[in-house]
């Protein structure tokens, strides 16, 4: 199963996701998951609606998800904690983004005026499928989650190190590019390449192999602490290679099996 959601005659569809020869499209419409309340109360069925099949490149997507939080992982990938000069970490480290943060694939990711250096940070994430609380580390992980999601973790440097929480830096609007898709048919216990580019060039290039707290340990971590609901989010970290956005950059996060996460870049 694969879904995204967007725009059509300026109402918030959601569409299943098909790959055509090689190629993303939305073939058929997509229930709303139940976390869309207001998605329903606005539009109610969206199986009614009128639709005709097109390439997933030619919709006006937006965020395939509507978290009520969106938990991060910092420093999940041992070669990422040293390029910034940070020990590998013997626990996870966790820090909120706010709702207010995503952005749409194809959105505008806005360097605001309090920083001088806003990172791009490319990131598989979870996107949970059912209420859950205390999962053991041993459960049924794969059960908690709908499927996985691409993200950008924008991060405001000089804030992250000036501030002692991560707040700021993590928080602005537009800094948490999501999508474009949603997908149950990656592989999780198997490693996946994740990447990302800038103007086209590769800058990262990592594996969910790496990964320093698997994804079962940290759903069980997390869940230990908080209720997740249906639609949360949780960024699974960045690998090394993050870098510096300028305006008119575009920063392209990637991953087989869910399409590539591409937005631009302007000055506040
Ligand atoms: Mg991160």
New binding site residues.
């Given amino acids: 199963m694969k879904y995204c959601r967007f725009l059509l005659n300026n109402r918030a569809h959601y569409g299943r996701v098909e790959d055509r020869s090689g190629e993303l499209w939305i073939v058929a419409p997509h229930d709303a998951p139940e976390e869309d309340l207001r998605f329903r109360v606005e539009n109610g069925d969206s199986s009614s609606a009128a639709f005709t099949p097109m390439p997933l490149s030619q919709a006006q997507l937006l965020a395939p998800v509507t978290p009520s939080k969106i938990i991060?992982?910092?420093r999940n990938y041992s070669e990422h904690a040293a390029e910034l000069g940070n020990e590998v970490p013997k626990e996870p480290l966790l820090f909120f983004k706010p709702p207010s943060s995503v952005l749409s694939p194809g959105g505008v990711i806005v360097l605001p005026k309090l920083s001088e250096k806003v990172d791009y940070?490319g990131?598989l994430a979870l996107v949970i499928g059912k209420r859950t609380h205390k999962l053991p580390i041993d459960g049924d992980w794969q059960g908690a989650i709908r499927g996985c999601t691409l993200a950008n973790?924008v991060?405001a440097r000089d804030l992250q190190k000036r501030d002692v929480h991560f707040t700021r830096a993590k928080g602005f609007d537009s800094f948490c590019p999501v999508g474009p898709i949603v997908s149950d048919e990656l592989d999780l216990s198997a490693p996946q390449n994740i990447q990302a580019r800038l103007n086209g060039e590769l800058r990262q290039n990592g594996s969910t192999k790496d990964f320093i707290f698997s994804i079962p340990f940290v759903l069980s971590w997390i869940s230990a602490v908080m209720t997740l609901e249906p639609g949360d989010l949780i960024?699974t970290?960045?690998p090394a290679g993050v870098g510096q956005l300028k305006p008119g950059d575009r920063v392209e996060v990637s991953m087989p099996g869910l399409g590539v996460l591409s937005n631009s870049v302007v000055a506040e």
């Fill in positions: 991060c992982v910092g940070e990131e973790d991060s960024l970290g960045t």
